[in-house]
Every structure is written in structure tokens, then in C-alpha cells.
């Protein structure tokens, strides 16, 4: 072989050997990203979370994972297509990364799931700033034509602590703190921190003991009047459950009312506070002074509703039991129970009895979720109750778009038959505001926070007189 002929074989062997390494790389890569999007996978993020943690012990930075998933993607999907729901991912992903920092790892880890990690960041406030922009880049909607949506994100935040040696467990608790925006209905962040974690383990206890609190008598209600702003008189009144717990003493629904949901004990508090409140009402009714007839708001869960004939038989057996009429029990249900997706025609089934029972039914935290007014009209409501979040900046200088949308739902609704309840009125000028926008009825701390039945009663013979606007 000659010395040129030598020289040839070697550049041939060396193509060679970079070839295989472009393969080899490829292959890599493969393994490591997302076909779809492009973006890494679970096990490339684990890796990289890895190299993060054991950094994050030797720099005083923050170092946090957020995981992201979209809301009802289900539905989303069965709309596009399953090509138009890939686009969706595509975009998304896309707009996710715009907003991200160089060093930052955006990665695809389910089908509608994402997450990133963030390093080196200045402070943990940070880590909130970058989850409200991660879910702020989605307001704009995606598609064309007629086929735009806006699609919206739960995201849930966890800060790497001495506790995280291992990056599933940041992980894990990045999904937990996700599973609670969910549970709050969506479109939101939520960050998982060590009272998050007290939370979780109490969660579990707090259920325990839940299920003995109906046969311990430890239920208890109270009463918020609903005012009816033109006569500035107490037209209804709403039943709120609290728990009288023997060691963490007197607890919202904010605090169990959740858990009761998850661990399916809803149905037998649900059950309970029917019973209860309806036996109140039927009580007050009977009254010295026969004062007029009140209307009784009980709450519903969502999970009550996937259960249309045991829900029937409880609202039933109530009204039967108390002798109340049907038409003064008002069933507050909230948006978001209508649009779940799994449970819809469940929910729908179930107004359908209870109309037939002659009950009325109120959408409660109007605004909060997707139901439009038309949708509310065909499973024929009565009544809505708008957000307090929309009440609370009415009839101050900052009001804006909220005083506007008000007006139009308290315009629409009307039109459409539906009676409006304003929630949280809390002072003179939101009362005044609503009185001019023709809102028939308000509730909240204003005109009086929920209160025992005994208190409840004394407004009731005796009412004040600073209830009307006018
Ligand atoms: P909701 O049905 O929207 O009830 C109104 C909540 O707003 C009550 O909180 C009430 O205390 C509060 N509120 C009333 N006026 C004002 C105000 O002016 N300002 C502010 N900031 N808040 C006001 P609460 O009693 O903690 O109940 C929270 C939620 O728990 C209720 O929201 C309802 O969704 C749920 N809930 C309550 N009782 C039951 C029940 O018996 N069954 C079910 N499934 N859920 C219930
Ligand atoms: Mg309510
Ligand atoms: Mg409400």
C-alpha cells in the first residue's frame, strides 16, 4: 500500500467514525426528547435535575420545578382533532419556552403535561413571577378562523429544599401543589411549601376523623341572609356547613370541604346539612309574626351531582322530613361542576330531577368558570350568583372593566329571566353601585356575615334599617 494510498483509508475511517457518532447522538437523542415537540423528555429533566440539586447544595440560589398541565385537554382534544390537538401542544410548548431563561429546561413529561426546571434564581419570589408568566403568555388565543380557543394551564410550584435530595421528590411535590390549582379550578398556580406539606399529612387524619364528625354531632350550620336591594329586606338566607372540631375547634368548609369531595364523604355531609338547614327554614317559617316566606340556599357539590338518584331521594327525603316547600329550597351549584368533564351529563341529569322535585337552582361564583348565560338558560336556572371577585372593586375610582361586566351579566341574566345575587357586598359604595345597576338581590359581610341560627333569627324579627341603598 502506498503512503497516498495509506492516507486515504485513514480520512475514510475517520468519516466513518464520525458518521457513527452523528448516529450514535441521534439515537441519543432520541431517547432523551420529545418527537412532538422537540423538548426533553422525563428522563433528560430527571438528569438534569439531578446536576441542579447537587449544584443547589453549594450556591445559595433557588432552584424550583413547575409543573404544568392543561385544563380539560380532553375535550380540548376531541374538539381539534387529534392532529389540531398535537398543533395545540406544539404552540403551547412554544409559547412556554419564549418566556423562559436560557438556563431554564422546558420538558414534555405526559401528554398534556410539562415541566421546568428553574436554576439559579435570585429569590423564591421569583419562581412565582415565572409561573404567572408561564400562564399569562396563554391569554392569547390559539388557532385561526372560527377555530380559536383560548386554552388555558394549571401550573403547581416546588422549591428544591435540604429535603430534596432526590429530583423525584421535587417532582412529587410539584404535583401535588398542581393538583391543588386543579382542585381550585384551574387556570392558576399553586406553590407547594412545608405547610403545604403539614397540610398533606393533616389531609389524611383530617379525613379520619371526618368520618365519625356526622355521628359525633360535630356538623354545624350557619346563616347569611340575602338581601333583596330594592326592599333592603332579607329575601333569603344561604346554609353554610362549618366542623366544631374537638381539637382544631371551629373549621370552614375551605378547610374540609375538599377533602370530603376526594374521599367521596360529601354525600353524607351533603346529606346531612340538607336535612339540617331545611328543618331550620321549615322552622323559621312557622314563626310568631309570621314573617314572610324565606327562601333556604343549601350547596352542592359536584360530586354530589355525579350521583343523580341517590341526590334526588336526599333532596326528597329533606323536603318530606321538614315539610318545607320545594319551591323555597334554592340549590347552589358552582360553574365548574357543570364544564368537569368527566361528570357533565351527570350534572345535567341531576338538575333535571331536581327541577322536577320543583326546587330552584342558583349557579353559584358566576364568572369564575366557562357556563355562559345561553347554557345556564337551557338547563333552566333561576338564579346566578357573580363572583365576589367582580363585586369587589365596584364603586371605586379603580372599578374599570368590572363594574362594565357586571353591568352586562346583571343585563343579560335579566333579560334572559335569571335573577342576580351579588356576592361579597362589602360596603356602602358596592351597594350603592349595584342598586344602580338594577342587581335584584346581594349578600356579604355588609349587610351581615354568616351567623348562628339564634342570630340569625333576631335579624329576622328585628332587621336593621341600613340595608337599602336609597
Ligand atoms: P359560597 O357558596 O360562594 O359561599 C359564600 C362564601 O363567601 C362563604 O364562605 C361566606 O362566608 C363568604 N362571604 C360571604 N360574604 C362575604 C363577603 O362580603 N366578603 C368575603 N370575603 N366573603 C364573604 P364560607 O362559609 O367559608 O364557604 C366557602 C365555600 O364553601 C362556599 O362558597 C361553598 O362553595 C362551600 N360550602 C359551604 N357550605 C357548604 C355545604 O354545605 N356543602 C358544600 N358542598 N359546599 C359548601
Ligand atoms: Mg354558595
Ligand atoms: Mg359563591
Not at 403568555?137 to 401550573?155: C, I, K, N, Y
Amino acid at each position: 500500500m502506498t503512503e497516498d494510498e495509506l492516507q486515504l483509508l485513514r480520512a475514510a475511517l475517520r468519516a466513518r467514525e464520525r458518521r457513527i457518532a452523528d448516529l450514535e447522538r441521534a439515537l441519543h437523542r432520541q431517547g432523551m426528547y420529545d418527537p412532538l415537540t422537540g423538548l426533553p423528555n422525563r428522563e433528560l429533566l430527571l438528569d438534569r435535575l439531578d446536576h441542579a440539586l447537587a449544584l443547589a447544595l453549594r450556591h445559595p440560589s433557588v432552584t424550583a420545578v413547575i409543573q404544568i398541565d392543561v385544563d380539560r385537554f380532553g375535550r380540548l382534544n376531541d374538539w381539534l382533532g387529534s392532529e389540531g390537538g398535537d398543533a395545540a401542544l406544539v404552540e403551547l410548548s412554544r409559547r412556554l419556552r419564549a418566556v423562559l431563561r436560557p438556563g431554564d429546561t422546558l420538558s414534555r413529561v405526559g401528554a398534556d403535561e410539562f415541566a421546568v426546571l428553574c436554576v439559579q434564581l435570585e429569590s423564591e419570589r421569583a419562581v412565582h413571577d415565572v409561573a404567572t408568566r408561564l400562564l399569562s403568555t396563554l391569554d392569547e388565543p390559539m388557532g385561526t378562523g372560527d377555530r380559536q380557543f383560548v386554552l388555558t394551564v394549571s401550573a403547581g410550584v416546588a422549591l428544591a429544599r435540604d429535603g430534596h435530595r432526590r429530583p423525584g421528590d421535587l417532582l412529587a411535590d410539584a404535583n401535588s401543589a398542581l393538583d391543588r390549582a386543579k382542585r381550585r379550578g384551574g387556570m392558576r398556580h399553586e406553590i407547594f411549601d412545608a405547610q403545604m406539606r403539614e397540610r398533606l399529612v393533616d389531609r389524611l387524619q383530617i379525613e379520619n376523623e371526618l368520618r365519625t364528625a356526622v355521628e359525633r354531632d360535630e356538623l354545624r350550620l350557619e346563616y347569611q341572609p340575602i338581601i333583596g336591594l330594592r326592599e333592603g329586606r332579607i329575601v333569603g338566607v344561604e346554609a353554610l356547613v362549618r366542623w366544631q372540631h374537638p381539637r382544631l375547634g371551629l373549621i370552614g368548609p375551605d378547610q374540609f370541604v375538599d377533602i370530603a369531595e376526594e374521599s367521596g364523604l360529601i354525600r353524607s355531609v351533603g346529606a346531612w346539612v340538607l336535612r339540617h338547614a331545611t328543618m331550620q327554614a321549615a322552622a323559621w317559617r312557622g314563626g310568631d309574626g309570621d314573617p314572610p316566606p324565606l327562601e333556604l340556599a343549601v350547596n352542592l357539590s359536584a360530586r354530589q351531582l355525579s350521583r343523580p338518584d341517590a341526590l334526588e331521594e336526599t333532596v326528597k327525603a329533606a323536603l318530606r322530613d321538614s315539610g318545607l316547600p320545594p319551591g323555597l329550597l334554592a340549590l347552589e351549584i358552582t360553574e365548574s361542576s357543570l364544564v368537569d368533564d368527566s361528570d357533565a351529563e351527570a350534572a345535567e341529569a341531576a338538575l333535571a330531577r331536581l327541577r322536577r322535585l320543583g326546587v330552584r337552582l342558583v349557579l353559584d361564583d358566576f364568572g369564575t368558570g366557562y357556563a355562559s348565560l345561553a347554557q345556564l338558560k337551557r338547563l333552566r336556572f333561576d338564579a346566578i350568583k357573580v363572583d365576589r371577585s367582580f363585586v369587589a372593586s365596584l364603586g371605586r375610582s379603580d372599578e374599570g372593566e368590572d363594574a362594565l361586566l357586571v353591568a352586562a351579566i346583571i343585563h343579560m341574566a335579566t333579560a334572559l329571566g335569571l335573577t342576580v345575587v351579588a356576592e361579597g357586598v362589602e360596603s356602602p359604595q358596592q351597594l350603592r353601585r349595584l342598586s344602580a345597576l338594577r342587581c335584584a338581590h346581594g349578600q356579604g359581610f355588609h349587610f351581615a356575615r354568616p351567623l348562628a341560627p339564634g342570630r340569625l333569627r333576631e335579624l329576622l324579627v328585628d332587621p336593621p334599617a341600613v340595608w337599602s341603598a336609597s
